[in-house]
């Protein structure tokens, strides 16, 4: 009987060094993976104004939008502080297209 509870208490021991042997080594049981290039990549972004324009009789007025852009999705920025309009003659297209 004095033999069991020697074997017994000894895995026991080597049980709990196992589990914090693991636990200082950093296992965590979670699974992560490494970024693809692609991933790592920075994102196409651009940060920029746009002339919204409303044809009149014999004038375009024409007022700036802030448009966000990034990878390809355009977002018009609302209540930007971007506030520049102006008055053309018929016929004008914004440069910057």
Known sequence: MNKLM????LASVLIVLIVLAAGIGGITGFVTAEPSDEKKSIPDFKLYTKA???????????????????????YIVPD????????FEKGWEDPRD
């Open 6 to 9: 020697a074997v017994g208490g």
């Open 52 to 74: 919204r324009c409303v044809n009149g009789t014999n004038f375009i007025r024409c007022f700036d939008e802030l448009v966000a852009e990034c990878n390809g999705i355009r």
């Open 80 to 87: 930007s502080p971007v506030k520049g309009e102006a008055v």
